[in-house]
């Protein structure tokens, strides 16, 4: 159980375009997810905290218009690069606590490449 | 959350136990280790958690010293799928919003 997906796994875009990128909790209900970035021989970077049915919470020096999160149900949380620049290129990591639980599960992650 | 270090990476052979290393000097009363791996271009995968005890599971044995200062992971068995880097965090595991805060972790590689 505690199954985090994200699609797509793979992404390219055009410099100025927004993209979209979906995490889902399958098998679990989960009131807070988070979402990383990586970028290549680093750590992971936490951007947000999405708590469903309000707005998310981004850490500092994220853009939140840059970087829209949608969190609107138990088992979805939605990233939306908007106007993406090639320096967004990145690999985006979501994470899911199930309700209930602290403990964490985080998704195969969404590689996006701006051209 | 409590500053965790650990060494750049390491090598391990094929078959042997791998005993990764983490320092938490820090660490609260109310923290437990937790220990995530990540395999190239995959998402961080869960491995073992613990307060003061020592625990063991399918995947790997956590020691924790007395004074709770350091820990040490070990994979008893290591394959060449255990090839990843190896974050050990420490935070306080209570229900609500519990953000993990990820360190530079090692770096392991398992050697034929």
């Known amino acids: 159980g505690a199954v985090v997906s994200q699609h797509p796994s793979r992404v390219i875009c055009k410099s100025g375009t927004s993209v979209k990128i979906e995490c889902r909790s399958l098998?679990?209900?989960?009131?807070?997810m988070f979402w990383y970035r990586q970028f290549p021989k680093q750590s992971l970077m936490l951007m947000a905290t999405?708590?469903?049915?309000?707005?998310?919470?981004?850490e500092q020096g994220v853009e939140k218009d840059k970087f829209l999160i949608n969190h609107a149900s138990l088992t979805l949380s939605t990233l939306t690069v908007t106007s993406a620049h090639p320096e967004d290129s990145s690999f985006y990591i979501c994470?899911?606590?199930?309700?209930?639980?602290?403990?964490?599960?985080f998704g195969p992650g969404t590689r996006l490449t701006v051209t | 959350d409590a500053k965790t270090t650990q060494p750049t990476s390491m090598d391990c052979a094929e078959g042997r136990a791998a005993n990764l290393p983490c320092n938490h000097s820090?660490?609260?009363?109310?923290?437990?280790v937790y220990w995530y791996r990540q395999i190239h271009s995959q998402g961080p995968q869960y491995i073992i958690h613990?307060?003061?005890n020592n625990e063991t599971n399918e995947m790997a044995s956590l020691i924790i010293t007395e004074d709770r200062k350091s820990s040490t992971l070990i994979l008893p068995h290591a394959t060449l799928r255990d090839t990843a880097v190896y974050y050990c965090?420490?935070?306080?595991?209570?229900?609500?919003?519990?953000?993990?805060?990820f360190g530079q972790g090692t770096r392991l590689t398992i050697n034929p």
């Open positions: 098998d679990f209900q989960a009131t807070t």
């Open positions: 613990g307060l003061k």
């Open positions: 820090t660490i609260s009363g109310n923290e437990y």
């Open positions: 965090i420490v935070r306080v595991a209570q229900l609500g919003a519990q953000k993990l805060v």
């Open positions: 999405s708590n469903e049915g309000s707005k998310a919470t981004y």
């Open positions: 994470s899911a606590i199930r309700t209930g639980s602290p403990e964490q599960y």
